[in-house]
């Protein structure tokens, strides 16, 4: 477990094989340290709890190599055995102090949140960082949502209180990073910016320096 803060980092790489050109999630991660990820999500689709395991500890392992914290989504059970930072919840997922309880003090735990009250009960459950999305248009769900757009984020994140670092989700490359920091919003979480791009690490890179610009 690293000891990497989510309030250190500027961008959240989230892996999905289903939209990566055919690439594994082992890749994806490594060009992503590569490119100076610091933390990541590893989001499976298909897996059997032993296959879970299986790639989160090889997932880990090249993250901990890179001062990379990775997160598995949903399972705490697994980010335990498997030996990540921390785990990625929503709200059908087991709750944020139980998620605490198994994983301990200095887990990282995130949660994925689309309304100011989801996003405002996240943080005061214990959460230490939220995803919120949509921000801009994006296919990536069967049942989208009505995008927010940078300033209404902007707007949520004041309205809500939130405190803890909120990275705008949905539909977001180096393009919108611009519109996002010009309504003061520098964090971002990302997937196919890195993974459908033909250099994933100069991606990466690129994406946190535009952030940091």
Not at 52 to 62: C, G, K, Q, V
Not at 177 to 196: F, H, W
């Amino acid at each position: 477990m690293t000891g990497i803060k989510a309030e250190e980092t500027s961008l959240y790489f989230i892996t999905d094989d289903r939209r990566s050109l055919g690439r594994s999630a082992e890749e994806t991660l490594a060009a992503a340290v590569a490119g100076g990820v610091k933390l990541a999500q590893f989001r499976p689709s298909g897996l059997s709890d032993a296959e879970f395991l299986r790639s989160a500890r090889a997932l880990a392992a090249i993250a901990a190599s890179a001062g990379c914290a990775l997160l598995l989504n949903d399972r705490a059970d697994i980010a335990l055995a498997a030996g990540a930072a921390g785990v990625h919840l929503g709200r059908n997922d087991v709750p944020i102090p139980d998620a605490r309880r198994i994983l301990g003090a200095r887990a990282l735990i995130g949660y994925s949140a689309h309304d100011p009250a989801e996003a405002a009960a996240a943080q005061r459950a214990g959460a230490d960082f939220i995803t919120y999305s949509p921000i801009f248009p994006t296919t990536s769900h069967s049942l989208p949502r009505p995008a927010v757009g940078a300033r209404g984020l902007r707007d949520i994140i004041d309205s809500a209180r939130l405190t803890i670092p909120v990275f705008a989700l949905g539909g977001v490359g180096l393009e919108q990073i611009s519109e996002l920091k010009a309504a003061g919003v520098r964090r971002a979480a990302v997937v196919t910016a890195i993974t459908e791009q033909p250099d994933m690490a100069l991606a990466a890179s690129r994406l946190i320096a535009a952030l940091h610009d």
